[in-house]
């Protein structure tokens, strides 16, 4: 069974740092994208950015709301992708999802989640 | 970047209707456009890929259609574990986007 399981959300001032982690068993972590994602309270998804696998070149991209203060990264020994955030702010108050590609990976067009995670906390407030 | 659009917002049904939930892009995305069913505090599920691909494990009475700017996703006779919100996403282009939702109550 494919499974995604996400950690390190929580309480963070605005302007500081955190780390999430999405850690993955029961697919070909190595050559698969993954995707992050996000929900405010009470709101829709919004796709914050991926990272594509070895194969295609490790390749990153990112909503304008996250470039330059989100990287995501992955490291496939451990199975894991990384969400590191910095500059936090309120708006970034949210449940942040983790997503697997169902076809593994490839050049767009034709980004689809077949997995997703049970989503990670994070609440940025003072 | 492509807008998508759903409508309606909301819907109240009753077990055993047919419901249409239609999803507009603001530009051709061919058939890159995926459907989402999420229930509250879990992760969203797939349901209906590349417009009108029934995901593995998905009820048939859920069906997609549409391509180009236009699309529908149709629960032929809704029951009561449907009752959820639903989202359109456009996977032809980055930023991906999704539409707004729909929820579907009683």
């Known amino acids: 069974e494919k499974q995604l399981v996400e950690s390190g959300g929580g309480l963070v001032q605005p302007g500081r740092s955190l780390r999430l982690s999405c850690t993955a068993s029961?697919?070909?972590?190595?050559?698969?994208?993954m995707t992050w994602f996000r929900q405010a309270p009470g709101k829709g998804l919004e796709w914050v950015g991926f990272?594509?696998?070895?194969?295609?070149?490790?390749?990153?991209e990112y909503a304008a709301s996250a470039k330059g203060r989100f990287t995501i990264s992955r490291d496939d020994s451990k199975s894991t992708v990384y969400l590191q955030m910095t500059s936090l702010r309120t708006d970034d108050t949210g449940v942040y999802y983790c997503?697997?590609?169902?076809?593994?990976?490839?050049?767009?067009?034709?980004?689809?989640?077949?997995?997703w995670g049970q989503g990670t906390t994070v609440t940025v407030s003072s | 970047d492509i807008q998508m659009t759903q409508s309606p917002s909301s819907l109240s049904a009753s077990v055993g209707d047919r419901v249409t939930i239609t999803c507009r892009a603001s530009?051709?995305?061919?058939?890159?456009l995926n459907w989402y069913q999420q229930k509250p505090g879990q992760a969203p599920k797939l349901l209906i890929y590349?417009?009108?691909n029934l995901q593995s494990g998905v009820s048939s009475r859920f069906s997609g259609s549409g391509s180009g700017t236009d699309f529908t996703l149709t629960i032929s006779s809704l029951q009561a574990e449907d009752f959820a919100t639903y989202y359109c996403?456009?996977?032809?282009?980055?930023?991906?986007?999704f539409g707004g939702g729909t929820t579907v109550d009683i």
């Open positions: 997503g697997r590609d169902r076809y593994g990976d490839h050049n767009m067009p034709g980004d689809v989640y077949d997995t």
């Open positions: 029961g697919f070909s972590f190595f050559d698969s994208a």
């Open positions: 990272i594509r696998s070895r194969g295609y070149g490790v390749k990153t």
């Open positions: 530009q051709n995305i061919r058939t890159y």
């Open positions: 590349v417009a009108s």
């Open positions: 996403q456009q996977g032809y282009s980055t930023p991906i986007t």
